[in-house]
Nanobody, 131 residues
Framework: QLQLAESGGGLVQPGGSLRLSCAAS????????IGWFRQAPGKEREGVSC????????NYADSVKGRFTISRDNAKNTVYLEMNSLKPEDTAVYYC????????????????????????WGQGTQVTVSS
């Protein structure tokens, strides 16, 4: 059974940092594009970042560019989202998703991440940014 599990969420003050992890079981991530999404209460799910299967290409939503960094360790079957300079508007449930066919275009291209194109999802981890 293909499973993704996010971890690392929590409560942090504005300006603080968190590192989210997305671990896979039942399959290997190294042939999958990984996307990070988030959903705040009353809002639609939005794409945050994506990374190519090799890790060579990554892209970010404008709202997190320069503050968030996506990376992957295929040997550990895990993808990370390093979040710095957190703002209250970053508060949301964060989800990772995997798909073997999705193409993560690099930073020269407009960032677009379509949730319905991803086949496998985690259950989400809550990130709350508040003083």
């Amino acid at each position: 059974q293909l499973q993704l599990a996010e971890s690392g969420g929590g409560l942090v003050q504005p300006g603080g940092s968190l590192r989210l992890s997305c671990a896979a079981s039942g399959f290997t991530l190294d042939r999958n594009t990984i996307g990070w999404f988030r959903q705040a209460p009353g809002k639609e799910r939005e794409g945050v970042s994506c990374i190519s299967p090799s890790g060579a290409v990554a892209n970010y939503a404008d709202s997190v560019k320069g503050r968030f960094t996506i990376s992957r360790d295929n040997a550990k079957n895990t993808v990370y989202l390093e979040m710095n300079s957190l703002k209250p508007e970053d508060t949301a449930v964060y989800y990772c998703a995997a798909d073997p066919y999705y193409y993560c275009a690099g930073p020269l291209y407009k960032f677009v991440l379509v949730a319905t194109d991803f086949a496998s999802w985690g259950q989400g981890t809550q990130v709350t940014v508040s003083s």
